[in-house]
């Protein structure tokens, strides 16, 4: 009964309801992550730190690995979490990626262009705010 919009059902004499429309929609950020052999723990640790970051911020994600593909909306870190328990190394598809995490020597995360360390951003000398506008 809340959904029927009464002024214009009073004017056709007929109940005409409302379409839902969600009150915003929720950001959607697309990570690609891949490691280097041996590696695999590292871009686990790095793309779930910058992963539940954004969640934390109210940023949906959709993380792509050498394993596959999880979609997590806010909330829901633990999806996030499982997927990245089991990763192994090698490459993932990067095909529209805003942000993109690969563990080698040194594992560095490229946002909006810009790459840097987690190294930084774990040690508190950068956070993913600063790195997404810069």
């Known amino acids: 009964m809340r959904d029927v919009h009464w002024k214009t059902s009073a004017k056709r004499d007929d109940l005409i309801v409302q379409p839902f429309r969600a009150d915003r929609e929720t950001p959607t950020v697309r990570l690609a992550a891949s490691a280097d052999p041996g590696r695999a723990d590292a871009m686990a640790e790095a793309t779930a730190s910058v992963g539940a970051a954004f969640l934390g911020d109210g940023v949906s994600v959709v993380v792509s690995t050498p394993g596959g593909r999880v979609e997590a909306s806010p909330g829901e870190r633990d999806r996030l979490l499982e997927h990245l328990a089991g990763v192994e190394s090698g490459p993932a598809s ?41």
């Open 94 to 134: 990067t095909d529209g990626a805003d942000v993109t995490v690969h563990a080698g020597d040194d594992t560095e995360i490229a946002i909006a262009g810009e790459r840097i360390s987690f190294d930084r951003l774990r040690d508190g000398r950068v956070t993913p705010r600063e790195v997404a506008t810069a």
